[in-house]
C-alpha cells in the first residue's frame, strides 16, 4: 500500500545559513543605504540652497532705484542669467508693480510672491520646459521711498534631482554588490566548516556498509564528541550482537542435551523424568532470555524507570498475593528517583526481593529508597526470624531454598543477583535487620539528569 503521507525534504544546513544571513545583511545594508542616501541628499541640497541664497544676496546688493523703476548697478556674477531658459532666474519687482527680469526668463514670468516679510522665503515651483525650479525671494526698502521692493531668484533643480537619484543608485548597486558578497563569503564559509560533517557521512557510510570498523577520522573540535559517541554506540551495539550470539549458543547447547534426555525418557515412557526435564528447559529458557535482555538493555536501550512508583505497582500485586496474610508494605523515598534499569528487569529484581520478604515476614516489611553518589540504593526488609551468618554465604545460590515448606523454586534471588551483575549493580544482605529480619540491598546506577531538546529538564519516561 502506497503512503500518501508526503515527506517534504528538509532544506540543508548550508542554504538555510545562507538565506538568514543574506536576510540580516540586506536588511542591515538597506536601513544603512537609507541613512547615507539622506545624508548625501541633504548635504547636495544645503549647497544647492547656499548657491541660491548667494544669487540672491549679490541681486539684493546689486539692486538700485530710479523713481519706482528697479534695475541693477551691475551685472551679477552668474552668465546663465542671460542664456535663455537656462534655469537660474531673477525677478525684481518694484514699488509700483514694474517689472526687471533677467533675459534668461524669455517670455515667462516668475509668481509674484508674498509682500511684506522681512525674511528670506524659499519654495519649489514648476517652471518653464517642465524645470523643477527653488524659489528664494526677499523684501528690500530704498532710503527715502517708503514702497517694497521683491526680489525673487530661482534655480532649476533637475540637475541636482537627477544627481542624487544618481548617487542614490550607485550607492543601492555598491551596497547590493557588498551584501552579495557577505552573503556569499558566509555560504562558503559554511560550506568550508560543515567538510568535517560531510566526511562524517561518508565514514558512517562506510562503516553501514562493512568498509570500516569504526569513524576514525579527523573532524573539528566541535563534532569530535559526536564521532565518539557514535564510536561508543557501535562499539556497544557490536558486544550486544556477540552477547546475543553467546546466549542463543549456549540456550542451544543446553537445550540439545535437555532434549535428548526427555527424548529418551518419552520413548522409555518415563513420565516424570520427562516433565523434570521440561521444568528444567523452561528455566533455562526463562534464565537466557533474562540474560539477554539484560545484556542489550543495560546499554544504549536501557531507559530511566521511576523505582518509587514501580515499587507502589509492586506492592498492589503483593498485597492481592498475599492477602489472606494481611501484610503491610511500607516504601519511603523520593518519587523522582530513577534507575538506570530496563523496567521489566527492575521488577523482577525488586519483586523477587519483595516477594521473598512477604514470604517471611510477620506482618510488615519495608522498602527505602534512597541516592548514594551515582547509585540508588534499594533496601528491602522485614519483620521475620531473619538468617543465620552461615546460610547468608549460600542464600544466592541457584535453586538453593532454606525450608522446603515455603513455595517457590529457588531460582529468584540467584536470578536477581546476575541481573544485578549485568547492570553493574551489587545485591548484598544482612542475617537480622532493626526489625528482626533479613535486609536485602539491591543497588544500581542511577539515572543522568537529562535535558529536553529545548534544553528544560526532560520528563520522566516511567
Known amino acids: 500500500m502506497i503512503s500518501d503521507r508526503i515527506t517534504l525534504p528538509q532544506s540543508s544546513l548550508t542554504l538555510r545559513l545562507g538565506l538568514l544571513t543574506s536576510a540580516w545583511v540586506a536588511a542591515g545594508l538597506a536601513l544603512v543605504w537609507l541613512w547615507t542616501v539622506a545624508i548625501v541628499a541633504d548635504g547636495m541640497e544645503r549647497v544647492f540652497d547656499a548657491r541660491l541664497s548667494s544669487l540672491l544676496d549679490g541681486l539684493v546688493v546689486a539692486t538700485a532705484l530710479k523713481g519706482d523703476q528697479p534695475y541693477l548697478i551691475r551685472p551679477v556674477s552668474e552668465p546663465r542669467f542671460d542664456q535663455p531658459l537656462s534655469g537660474v532666474y531673477y525677478q525684481i519687482e518694484g514699488p509700483d508693480k514694474s517689472l526687471t527680469m533677467s533675459r534668461s526668463l524669455w517670455d515667462q514670468r516668475l ?163 520427562a516433565e523434570q526435564e521440561l521444568a528444567a528447559a523452561e528455566r533455562l529458557v526463562q534464565h537466557h532470555l533474562a540474560r539477554a535482555r539484560a545484556g542489550s538493555l543495560a546499554g544504549t536501550a536501557a531507559s530511566d524507570v521511576t523505582v518509587v512508583g514501580l515499587a507502589g505497582e509492586l506492592r498492589h500485586a503483593l498485597g492481592l498475593l498475599f492477602a489472606e496474610r494481611q501484610i503491610e508494605i511500607d516504601i519511603q523515598g523520593d518519587v523522582a528517583l530513577r534507575a538506570r534499569c530496563d523496567r521489566a528487569d527492575l521488577a523482577e529484581m525488586l519483586g523477587n526481593l519483595m516477594e521473598n520478604a512477604c514470604k517471611w515476614a510477620r506482618s510488615r ?51 536477581t543477583a546476575e541481573l544485578v551483575a549485568l547492570y553493574g549493580g551489587r545485591l548484598e544482605f544482612e542475617g537480622q535487620g532493626p526489625a528482626g529480619g533479613l535486609v536485602a540491598h539491591l543497588v544500581l546506577p542511577a539515572a543522568a539528569a537529562r535535558s529536553g531538546p529545548d534544553g528544560s529538564p526532560a520528563q520522566n519516561p516511567v
Open 365 to 415: 516489611i519495608t522498602v527505602g529508597i534512597v541516592r548514594l553518589g551515582p547509585s540508588v540504593v534499594m533496601t528491602v526488609s522485614d519483620d521475620g526470624s531473619g538468617l543465620a551468618a552461615a546460610d547468608l554465604a549460600i542464600v544466592r545460590g541457584r535453586g538453593v531454598r532454606l525450608d522446603e515448606t515455603v513455595p517457590g523454586t529457588g531460582l529468584g534471588l540467584a536470578i
Open 111 to 273: 509668481p509674484e510672491g508674498a509682500f511684506g516679510h522681512d525674511t528670506v522665503l524659499s519654495f519649489d515651483m514648476p517652471g518653464p520646459r517642465g524645470q523643477q525650479l527653488r524659489v528664494m525671494e526677499r523684501d528690500i526698502r530704498f532710503p527715502g521711498n517708503p514702497g517694497l521692493v521683491h526680489v525673487l531668484v530661482a534655480v532649476a533643480r533637475d540637475e541636482t534631482l537627477a544627481a542624487i537619484a544618481h548617487t542614490k543608485q550607485m550607492l543601492g548597486a555598491g551596497f547590493a554588490l557588498l551584501g552579495a558578497g557577505l552573503a556569499g563569503a558566509v555560504v562558503l564559509q559554511v560550506s568550508i566548516g560543515l567538510r568535517g560533517l560531510r566526511r562524517l557521512h561518508g565514514a558512517i557510510a562506510d562503516l553501514r556498509a562493512g568498509l570500516r570498523f569504526g569513524v576514525d577520522i579527523p573532524v573539528p573540535t566541535e563534532v569530535q564528541p559526536l564521532v565518539a559517541e557514535i564510536d561508543a554506540l557501535v562499539r556497544q551495539n557490536r558486544e550486544t550482537v556477540e552477547r546475543a550470539r553467546g546466549h542463543v549458543g549456549n540456550l542451544a547447547h543446553a537445550l540439545r542435551t535437555r532434549l535428548s534426555v526427555m527424548r529418551n525418557a518419552m520413548t522409555s515412557g518415563d513420565r516424570d523424568l
